[in-house]
């Protein structure tokens, strides 16, 4: 056993000086989607694309799937306990700990989702919503959370951040099994756009409260910036790092250092906004795409997973109809040996690995937070290292992968 809390825990793997494959983060917009028109109404084709997609009947769209979240607690309500895993996107979680009385972190299954064995441990009469988070892109036990909600009288949530529209289970989309769901067109999720996001439900009441409040205006700057950024952290990433003055600014480029550091207190006066006219109509686009890019995907994970099925160090992430995996992140979980080492040996060949999502609490501002045993929580995080699996990989980097990983000496 690791101690979770030994700092070497943290350190992200290397970069490779020379990338073989694409970044593990494959942004889907194209420069030309910024001015393609698809639609006289973008934003009324888009609702209903995303209604569609999702199983739903409304749409609210906005600046970003977590002003989804705060909606929830503040136009609709929950503002009692949320029920959570502790490895999750810690802004989302900042903005449910300002706005809620409180987080409490339920253990995940092997598959990194929610466990509602450990979620039906942690209610009390203060639980007020479970928050089933797609985590990577692998399906929830929605059975089981629905069956869970509706015995408590507790409102499911879906995180369906990492989750591709139109996948089903037991011919309901996923999307429309929780009370609602966000879900995010920003560029390391499965749309891969520029920012931008939605709050979905077929509950009229739901619908009702976050539909007649007001949003702020879109933000025009961050979307600038947003479109910059992308370009440089993972298009031209790649070469960046290649020059010496780009490996210093490697940390910075993936956004990870800055997405840990979130203060506490950032959200505590949080203005939910509007979806910038350009990211909708980028979002648009994308869904175009959306379908051929997480077959692509899904292809190239099971072909992954079938050169390395024989090798018992690797733990690989697994599609089943009830529990479908998009693969928007592939997750290899490092049985032997260490994943930093993994990934050391990973960059010398020119693939990028990561982790994206650290656990709540062993954070500031989480520590306190009431919790389950979460012993499998800190084992499966400390042992995931996230590959590259983008629809454009090919074959031949397929097998590639797969030998370098087979070739790997513990
Ligand atoms: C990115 C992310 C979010 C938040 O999405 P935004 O659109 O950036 O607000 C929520 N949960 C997870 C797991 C994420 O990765």
């Not at 920012?195 to 933000?219: E, H, K």
């Not at 506490?264 to 175009?288: E, F, G, K, N, W």
């Not at 997973?305 to 997750?331: C, E, I, K, W």
Request: charged share 25%; with cysteine.
């Amino acid at each position: 056993m690791f101690d979770i809390h030994d700092s070497s825990l943290r350190l992200q793997p290397a970069k490779p000086s020379h990338y073989l494959l694409s970044p593990v983060v494959q942004p889907q917009w194209r420069l030309s989607d910024l001015w393609h028109r698809s639609a006289t109404d973008e934003l009324e084709a888009l609702r209903q694309r995303l209604c569609e997609s999702y199983g739903v009947r409304h749409c609210l769209l906005l600046d970003r799937a977590r002003s989804g979240l705060y909606l929830l607690c503040r136009a609709f309500g929950l503002n009692r306990e949320w029920i959570l895993t502790s490895v999750m996107h810690r802004p989302s979680a900042v903005v449910l700990s300002n706005h809620s009385s409180g987080l409490a972190f339920a253990d995940i299954n092997e598959d990194m989702t929610i466990d509602p064995v450990s979620v039906e441990r942690l209610l009390t009469p203060r639980s007020c919503a479970i928050l089933a988070t797609h985590t990577y892109g692998k399906a929830a036990d929605v059975i089981a959370l629905r069956a869970l909600a509706d015995k408590h009288g507790l409102v499911l949530i879906e995180n369906a951040v990492h989750m591709a529209g139109k996948y089903q289970v037991h011919g309901q989309t996923l999307g429309s099994w929780g009370d609602a769901a966000i879900v995010s067109f920003n560029v390391d999720k499965p749309l891969g756009g520029i920012l931008g996001g939605a709050l979905l439900t077929n509950r009229d009441d739901i619908w009702q409260a976050v539909s007649t409040q007001q949003l702020g205006p879109p933000n025009t700057k961050e979307m600038r910036e947003r479109i910059r950024t992308t370009f440089t952290a993972y298009r031209l990433k790649p070469l960046i790092l290649r020059l010496p003055a780009g490996r210093e600014h490697r940390a910075a480029a993936d956004g990870l250092t800055e997405i840990e550091s979130f203060g506490l207190s950032t959200y505590q006066r949080y203005t939910p906004r509007q979806i910038h006219p350009t990211q909708a109509r980028v979002a648009l686009s994308c869904m175009d795409r959306e379908k051929h890019s997480v077959e692509q995907r899904t292809d190239n994970a099971e072909k992954l997973n079938r050169q390395l099925a024989q090798d018992d160090r690797y733990g690989l992430p697994q599609s089943t109809p009830d529990r479908p995996h998009t693969f928007t992140y592939y997750p290899l979980l490092v049985r032997k040996g260490l994943r930093l080492e993994l990934g050391q040996h990973l960059a010398d060949a020119g693939i990028e690995s990561k982790w994206r999502l650290a656990p709540l609490h062993t954070q500031e501002g989480f520590t306190e937070a009431r919790r389950d045993d979460l012993t499998r929580s800190e084992t499966l995080w400390g042992q995931h290292l996230l590959l590259p699996m983008g629809p454009s990989i090919t074959q031949s980097q397929i097998d590639y992968l797969a030998n370098t990983l087979l070739r790997w000496k513990v």
